[in-house]
């Protein structure tokens, strides 16, 4: 399936709004454009214009399948926390949310019976409400670890988040002018 393309979807499933993040049912028959497939997750537009994101569980209500989730198993390291997190994607920006500059901190901290992991991250704006989605997707993921036995997610705003905060290669991706990426998002346009 590629991008763009028409779906119908096979079975009743849930979608949270993008970006207001409230669930709504997208019901069987109805037919969805795919928008975007990344990190085992689907951003789909319904023919009434509303945008949402489909969650791996739900890949076969669109005739799908979740791919290019990151390998979780293995021996417990930084790297396969990092690697988990660069996996998790923003559902209207095709970038991942280490390169999108949306961590501002990962503390890991050993302990008796396992790793405890500290997130700090923050959104593009104060407003988002995808917020708690993707807070539930770094908890969800980096909890399956292995010898991983707390985790902790925080939204920060401060600082704030701005386009410089983003990798070089996402803000080439992204096509976004790095001699004005220091301007806030909001307040470009």
């Known amino acids: 399936m590629k991008l763009g393309e028409t779906i119908?979807?096979?079975?009743?499933?849930?979608?949270?709004?993008?970006?207001?993040g409230i669930p709504f049912p997208v019901r069987a028959g109805i037919k969805v454009r795919l928008m975007?497939?990344?990190?085992?997750?689907?951003?789909?537009?319904t023919d009434q214009g509303y945008m949402g994101r489909v969650d791996a569980k739900d890949a076969d209500a669109l005739g799908l399948t979740a791919e290019n989730i990151p390998d979780a198993s293995g021996e417990f390291s930084e790297n396969l926390v990092w690697d988990q997190?660069?996996?998790?994607?923003?559902?209207?920006?095709?970038?991942?949310?280490?390169?999108?500059?949306l961590i501002y901190d990962c503390t890991i901290a050993p302990a008796a019976e396992g790793n405890q992991i500290e997130i700090k991250m923050t959104m593009t704006a104060p407003g988002?409400?995808?917020?708690?989605?993707?807070?539930?997707?770094?908890?969800?993921?980096?909890?399956a670890l292995p010898?991983?036995?707390?985790?902790?997610?925080e939204i920060v705003f401060d600082p704030p988040w701005n386009p410089t905060r983003m990798s070089e290669?996402?803000?080439?991706?992204?096509?976004?002018?790095?001699?004005?990426?220091?301007?806030?998002?909001?307040?470009r346009y």
């Open 169 to 187: 290669a996402a803000r080439l991706q992204l096509g976004l002018d790095l001699d004005t990426a220091s301007l806030p998002m909001y307040g």
């Open 36 to 45: 975007q497939s990344l990190g085992g997750s689907f951003t789909v537009m």
């Open 128 to 143: 988002c409400g995808m917020a708690d989605v993707l807070k539930n997707d770094v908890e969800r993921r980096l909890a």
């Open 85 to 101: 997190l660069r996996g998790i994607y923003d559902p209207e920006i095709p970038v991942n949310v280490v390169d999108l500059g």
């Open 8 to 20: 119908t979807v096979l079975r009743d499933c849930m979608a949270t709004q993008v970006p207001s």
């Open 147 to 153: 010898s991983v036995t707390g985790v902790h997610v």
